[in-house]
């Protein structure tokens, strides 16, 4: 397992944009796919992003297609959440994922058990 922590989350106005990262820690960050999820008060964790342990794929779900970056550094350690033309239904927790598994699984929410899970960020985005 890694451990993951996030950062860059804050309070944005409606068409802004803010940078997620989450640094993991571990030797073996770059055999892991990596995923953005959320969760907004009331409704269920939902997928975001997702890229491949090589970077050469990735997934959005449609609510931020065009809108999100999703990109790694695996010198690094480090995932990054690009976030362009926020929006209020946007506004949510963020957690960083990272699983032995498919970024097309972890679109459709197949996530191992073993997954580990970051601690979250708080998304604001203000009308």
């Known amino acids: 397992q890694v451990q993951l922590v996030e950062s860059g989350g804050g309070l944005v106005q409606a068409g802004g944009s803010l940078r997620l990262s989450c640094a993991a820690s571990g030797r073996t960050f770059g055999r892991y796919t990596m995923g953005w999820f959320r969760q907004a008060p009331g409704k269920e964790r939902e997928f975001v992003a997702a890229?491949?342990?090589?970077?050469?794929?990735?997934y959005y779900a449609d609510s931020v297609k065009g809108r999100f970056t999703i990109s790694r550094d695996n010198a690094k350690n480090t995932i990054y959440l690009q976030m362009n033309s926020l929006k209020p239904e946007d506004t949510a927790v963020y957690y960083c994922?990272?699983?032995?598994?498919?970024?097309?699984?972890?679109?459709?929410?197949?996530?191992?058990?073993?997954?580990?899970w970051g601690q979250g960020t708080q998304v604001t985005v203000s009308s």
């Open positions: 890229i491949s342990w090589s970077g050469s794929t990735t």
């Open positions: 994922a990272a699983a032995l598994t498919t970024a097309q699984g972890m679109a459709v929410m197949r996530i191992p058990d073993s997954a580990s």
